[in-house]
Every structure is written in C-alpha cells, then in structure tokens.
C-alpha cells in the first residue's frame, strides 16, 4: 500500500497480531513507539519551517511562487491537523485505560 502522506512513514502491515498480545509489549516497543511519535512530530515541524521560508521566499521576490507557498503551507497545516488528531486520540487512550479496574 503507498504511503499516502508523503514526508510520513508508511505504516507496517507485516507486523504480528500475537506480538500485540497483553504483557508482549516489551522496553524496544515502547522505544519504538515514542520514536514513531518523535519522527512524526519532526516532520511536521521541518514541514512548518518549509512553508515559512516559501512564503518568505515569496514575500521578498525570491522566484518563489505563489502556488508552491500555498500548497506548502496546507501540507503544513494539514500535519498539523494529524498531529493534533493522533494527540486527542492517545489521551483518550489514557484515559480510558486509566479509568479500567484491575
């Protein structure tokens, strides 16, 4: 399957099922996960510095043109939306696991 966001990292599909089981999860998947989170996190800021400069770019007559400024800064914007989706999803992860009687 393509990526179809590029700048992120294409998802796993080859991943087992059993290794998700409770109590598999191990200090490498939990270094991997947060590594994930950091990388994507890094990717959309290099995204917002690049719609920065191209509309800088732009704004001083550089050759930058407005259709490249624009496009950058919805893919921008658009990471960030992600980000800002993936974050509401993982409090809410939390919480509900917090909420759990054991």
Known sequence: MPNPIPGLPAPKLG?????AAPGAV??????????ALKGAMDQ???LHQDA??????????????????MIAVEKAGLAFEMMVQVRNRIVQAYQ???????
């Open 15 to 19: 991943a087992s099922i059993a290794s």
């Open 26 to 35: 191990s200090g490498g998947a939990q270094g991997d996960f947060l590594q």
């Open 44 to 46: 959309v800021e290099q």
């Open 52 to 69: 920065q400069s191209k509309v800088a770019g732009m704004l001083d007559g550089s050759g930058e043109d407005v259709h490249s400024a």
């Open 96 to 102: 509900t696991i917090s909420q759990m009687n054991f």
